[in-house]
């Protein structure tokens, strides 16, 4: 069983930023794929970013790339997501997720098997 706790939303206005954060209780946190979600209200979860164990992979969705950058630490069971240029669409509650090894760095919510309680953005025009 794995436990995953974001922390670092909050509000802020168009243009600005905020580093999301997620720390794991696994002590095989290096083995697994990581990714950021979100979910606005009347929608789907949708992949934001997500990592490869090592962290030397990344993938973005379309919407983010070039503003969101995510990271991990393996010494510190942590992942991190830095979003620049934030936009009032970017609001939404942000999770994290972790996908058991074997894993592929698909943002497909039904491949992750752990997921974190979410932390909420909310950007302002």
């Known amino acids: 069983q794995v436990q995953l706790v974001e922390s670092g939303g909050g509000s802020v206005q168009a243009g600005g930023s905020l580093r999301l954060s997620c720390v794991a209780s696994?002590?095989?946190?290096?083995?697994?794929?990581m990714g950021w979600f979100r979910q606005a209200p009347g929608k789907e979860r949708e992949g934001v970013a997500g990592?490869?164990?090592?962290?030397?992979?990344?993938y973005y969705a379309d919407s983010v790339k070039g503003r969101f950058t995510i990271s991990r630490d393996n010494v510190k069971n942590a992942l991190y997501l830095q979003m620049n240029s934030l936009k009032p669409d970017d609001t939404a509650m942000y999770y994290c997720?972790?996908?058991?090894?074997?894993?592929?760095?698909?943002?497909?919510?039904?491949?992750?098997?752990?997921w974190g309680q979410g932390t909420q953005v909310t950007v302002s025009s």
């Open positions: 990592i490869s164990p090592s962290g030397g992979s990344t």
């Open positions: 696994a002590y095989t946190y290096s083995r697994y794929c």
């Open positions: 997720a972790a996908d058991r090894p074997p894993c592929t760095l698909v943002l497909d919510t039904r491949r992750y098997d752990y």
